[in-house]
């Protein structure tokens, strides 16, 4: 059962600083079918959807050469997360976990990570497939995909998290 401020027991939150130590820039716009957090798959592999990166006028010069790339890491902003807790109860978990355990758009700096198939440009627009956020989410980076230097096929994680490595 959730308290007042909409959080699970054994979640624990934290006063944020009062200033940041950082800007940055949206570049444009994710769209996607997804008008709610709530209606958003739980992670870009269980959707086929099409969605669009909409890249803003400015950063559109950017796009050179971004065909040469089959797929594609995108950052983007969850802008309707929670950026408070330290201690999270995810809805499978018996306990809490820290924050940065957990793959969830809560965290002090909500930034999301998504490796996209690249399917077409089209001017500053990119038309991709494994995205799982709210449509209009503001787009923070586009990165090419390196399967060389990205993928660590003998990386692990224990679900649970419980375990100390």
Known sequence: MN??????????????????????????????????????????????????LTVDAPFAEALQNVEGASHLIVLYWMDEAARDLALQRPRHAEGSRG?????????PNPIALSVVELLE???????????DCRDGTPL?????????????????????GTTPR
């Open 140 to 160: 923070l980076d586009i990165k090419p995909y390196f399967a060389t230097t990205d993928a660590r096929p003998g990386a692990t994680v224990e679900r649970a």
């Open 121 to 131: 440009r089209d001017g500053a627009t990119l038309r991709v497939r494994g995205l």
């Open 99 to 107: 924050t940065f355990s957990l793959r969830s758009p809560v965290r």
């Open 3 to 52: 308290d007042e401020t909409g959080h699970r027991p054994g979640e624990v939150a934290i006063p944020l600083p009062e200033t940041f130590d950082a800007g940055l820039y949206f570049i444009g716009r994710v769209r996607t079918p997804w008008a709610t957090r709530g209606a958003c798959p739980k992670n870009g592999l269980k959707t086929d959807a099409v969605c669009t």
